[in-house]
Structures are given as structure tokens and as C-alpha cells.
């Protein structure tokens, strides 16, 4: 084994890239948990390690700039860098979107809890579900694994529009619950997004380890 | 114009060492090829077959096909030094004619092939030091100057001149650049781009970024045997062998 430092550099990423995902995961279950409880001093707290994802997003970029600028690298560690740099900025929009959701619930603390026809718990699970899968993949090296992720981002579109319909429906039917099923239906928008970003982290696994551009479905 | 070059089972030996495996691959016209591997992987051994340089060595043979263009080079009856007026070659260390003038080394090729008309030869030496990205800077001392008195870098472009003037189809360039500071390195690139056009080049080099930039082509030789042969961004993004992989990630080499 020949460039030592080169490799340490490229684990130390690997590290700190699994540290942000575990961050922002932790991000979006605290976000959701505090729309099912209605828990304020959790939002807040999700809006508070906003910052440290932050920072982290930038420590990681600087890493990899530097390893590319020093380094050169090719091939499978090239694929890698620029993997990671994708994953970093998709990591920081997943903790954009718990934000978002800790700011919906904020805002449907101020009103009466309404019953809505939308099962966001469940949505979460699914989408929280992916970017935990896509980070395995990539912590495994696992294209396999990574494929399955893709395969689940239609089920978390398919109750996006199904909440679509059901909440545009409580606004007109009931004026009482407008505010709540909108902040509900951003909600489902806010996971909607999160699992689109846990499918872009698993196109970015694949092109690391495969080499293969799955993007849009492979058309170029 | 550049030609393009068929090798099919090309093998070579020093003595009874191999040093060549069944070397099969097709260069194209007007493009740079980048031979790349390992210290010992036969890439100079390859590039030497291709003009017939490698049988200069005590003991060296080779056996297989080069064609370059119509040329059979291993061909019965065919002539090496013909052979090498057709394919230049531009070697690691600037090796000018040291007591010769600028001028002379240019047109030291054609003179030793008895060619006496100074017009024409006044015409092709500039032409060459054109090529060359040379002429500009050694115009005013073509014949004041000695090859040797030059900067190295300027000291390789001349070689490239030299080897230019003689309108070869096909250019090899074994390390043209390792013994030369950055800006001669990236003076040397910039002309390999430009001579494409004319002809056809082949370089062999230690620096896999300088492979990148030059080549459109890329071939990886280990062990005496080509491993892969592919488009260079191809080869360093997605390597279809893990033996080229591992060499240009610097897992080993």
C-alpha cells in the first residue's frame, strides 16, 4: 500500500460524512417526534443542531477541496471525493428539511390539535428509513443495498400525493383546520424532500462503488 | 497527416527475460496515446518496438506485427532507418547535438540523408521550430547558439524540432517532460495538443495527471502485458480491471 495519508484522508471523510448523517437523521426523527407530541422544547433543539450540520457541512467540503487540490486523486477514490461532496450537500438540506418541520409544528402549537387525514409518523419512518439505508450502503460499500433505496422513493411520493388530495380536501370541507393541514401538507412536502435527498445519497453510493450514472433513471 | 498504428501480438525480449507479452492494440490517427504502468512494466520496451529502437540493444529481439499506415515495420526487406525517419521519437533527457549550432541540430536529420538544398532547408527549419513552439525565442541565435547552450526545456523542444524536421507520421515521446520544471512541462503539454493535428503521438509517462491532460487515449502496461486499453477518462474514472485500478489510486506501483 503505497500513499498512506491519501487513504488516511479518505477515511477520516468517510467518518465525519457518517457523523453528519447520523446528525441529520437524528435531525428529522426529533422533528417528526415533536409533530406527533407537539413538543416545542424539541424544536427547538432541532433548530439549535442545525448548526453544528452546518459547520459540519462546511469542515467536510474543506477536507475534500483540499484532498482533491493535494492529492489528485483517481478512479474509485475520485468517484469517492466526489460522492462525498454531493452527500455532504444532501446531508445539509435533510437538516434544512427537519428545520422546516420543527418551524410547521411551531407554528400548529399556536392552534387546536386537529384530527388530519395524513399518517406523517408513518411517512417519516419511511423517509428517515432511506437515508439510514442510503448511509448503511455507503458505510457497506453496498450498491445493492443502495438500489433498494431508490425502489422505496416512490411509496413516500405516492403518500405525498395521497396527503396532497386528503388535506387540500380538510381545508375546504372544514375552515377551522386550514392552518393545520397546511402545516401538515408542508410537512409531508418537508419528508417528500427528505427522501428524495436519502435517494440522491444512494444514486451517489452507486456511482462510487459502480461507477454507473443511476441518476434520472440512467438518461443521459 | 498522422497514420495510424496496428500492433497484434507484439512480444519482446531482452536476452531470455520477456519482456512483452502479446501486445495487441490499435492507435488512432492524430491523437495522443498515453502509455502508463509501473517502472519495469515495458512501456519504453513497447514504444521502442514501435520504430524498431528496440533492436539498437545487445540482445534484444521482438517478434508480432507493427503496421503504421502501409508500413509493415517487422516487414521483409524493410529498412529500420526508414522505418525510424517515419516514426520520431523524443527521448527523456534533452539529447541535443552539443557542439551543433540550433540550426544544425534542426536539420541535422535531413543533411545526414544528403539533403543539400539551403533554401529549402532554411524553410524547414523554421517550419519545425514553429512546430516546436521554439522558434520565437532562439530566431536571432540559430546559428550563434549551441543546442547545448539552451535552457532543458528549451533543450527538448529542439529534439522535438529535430525529430519534426524530418515529417514523420508518428511521434513517440518517451518521458519528454520528467526532467523538466513545470512551466517547460506545461510548454511541452501545450505542443503535444497542438502536434496532434499533424500527427499521430504516442508518450509514455510516470505522471498520470500529465497522461490526463495529453491524452485522449490511455493504455496501462503491467508486467509486460497490456492490462487496459480505453478512452483516458475512461481509464481514470472508471478502470474496467482492478490492476488499473489499484496503480492509478496508487494502491501499489
Known amino acids: 500500500m503505497t500513499r498512506t495519508r491519501f487513504h488516511q484522508g479518505l477515511e477520516e471523510l468517510k467518518q465525519r460524512l457518517l457523523i453528519m448523517g447520523g446528525l441529520a437523521e437524528q435531525a428529522v426523527d426529533r422533528a417528526v417526534q415533536a409533530y406527533v407530541t407537539r413538543d416545542l422544547p424539541m424544536c427547538h433543539k432541532v433548530l439549535e443542531d442545525e448548526k453544528t450540520i452546518n459547520a459540519s457541512e462546511r469542515e467536510i467540503d474543506e477536507i475534500a477541496v483540499d484532498l482533491l487540490a493535494m492529492q489528485q486523486p483517481m478512479a474509485v477514490d475520485l468517484r469517492f471525493l466526489f460522492s462525498v461532496i454531493k452527500i455532504n450537500a444532501d446531508l445539509e438540506r435533510v437538516g434544512d428539511q427537519a428545520v422546516n418541520i420543527a418551524e410547521r409544528v411551531i407554528d400548529m402549537s399556536k392552534f387546536a390539535v386537529a384530527e388530519l387525514p395524513v399518517d406523517i409518523a408513518r411517512m417519516a419512518s419511511i423517509a428517515s428509513g432511506m437515508v439510514h439505508q442510503s448511509l448503511e450502503a455507503f458505510i457497506e460499500e453496498d450498491a445493492d443495498l443502495a438500489q433498494q433505496v431508490l425502489e422505496r422513493d416512490d411509496i413516500v411520493d405516492a403518500i405525498n400525493r395521497d396527503a396532497f388530495e386528503s388535506l387540500t380536501q380538510v381545508m375546504q370541507s372544514d375552515s377551522s383546520s386550514t392552518r393545520q393541514a397546511l402545516d401538515a401538507l408542508i410537512v409531508a412536502r418537508n419528508l417528500e424532500r427528505v427522501a428524495d435527498h436519502a435517494t440522491n445519497i444512494a444514486e451517489d453510493v452507486i456511482f462510487w462503488v459502480r461507477g454507473a450514472d443511476v441518476r434520472h433513471h440512467g438518461v443521459s | 497527416m498522422g497514420v495510424d498504428i496496428k500492433v497484434e501480438r507484439l ?48 540482445d534484444a529481439r521482438a517478434e508480432g506485427r507493427v503496421r503504421v499506415s502501409d508500413m509493415d515495420v517487422y516487414g521483409d526487406g524493410v529498412a529500420p532507418v526508414d522505418v525510424r525517419r517515419r516514426i520520431g521519437m523524443v527521448f527523456q533527457k534533452p539529447n541535443p547535438f ?135 477518462e475512461k481509464i481514470f474514472t472508471t478502470p474496467a480491471d482492478k490492476r488499473t485500478e489499484d496503480y492509478i489510486t496508487g494502491r501499489f506501483g
Not at chain 2, 541565435?141 to 524540432?161: F, M, V
Open chain 2, 11 to 58: 512480444n519482446a525480449w531482452f536476452g531470455k527475460n520477456q519482456a512483452l507479452h502479446e501486445i495487441t492494440m490499435d492507435i488512432l490517427p492524430n491523437h495522443a496515446t498515453a502509455i502508463i504502468g509501473p517502472s519495469g512494466c515495458g512501456k519504453s520496451t513497447f514504444v521502442r518496438c514501435l520504430n524498431r529502437m528496440h533492436e539498437t540493444h545487445p
Open chain 2, 98 to 232: 552539443p557542439s551543433m549550432s540550433i540550426y544544425d541540430n534542426v536539420s541535422a536529420g535531413l543533411r545526414l540523408n544528403g539533403f543539400r538544398n539551403r533554401k529549402k532547408l532554411d524553410v524547414i527549419v523554421e517550419k519545425s521550430l514553429r512546430s516546436a513552439a521554439l522558434w520565437d525565442e532562439v530566431k536571432d541565435d540559430l546559428k550563434k547558439k549551441s543546442g547545448a547552450s539552451l535552457s532543458g526545456g528549451q533543450q527538448q523542444r529542439l529534439c522535438i524540432a529535430r525529430a519534426l524536421a524530418v515529417e514523420p507520421d508518428v511521434l513517440l515521446m518517451d518521458e519528454p517532460a520528467s526532467a523538466l520544471d513545470p512551466i517547460s512541462t506545461s510548454k511541452i503539454e501545450d505542443l503535444i495538443f497542438e502536434l496532434k493535428a499533424n500527427y499521430t503521438v504516442v508518450i509514455v509517462t510516470h505522471n498520470m495527471q500529465q497522461a490526463a491532460r495529453v491524452a485522449e487515449f490511455t493504455a496501462f502496461f503491467l508486467l509486460g502485458k497490456l492490462i487496459e486499453f480505453d478512452k483516458t
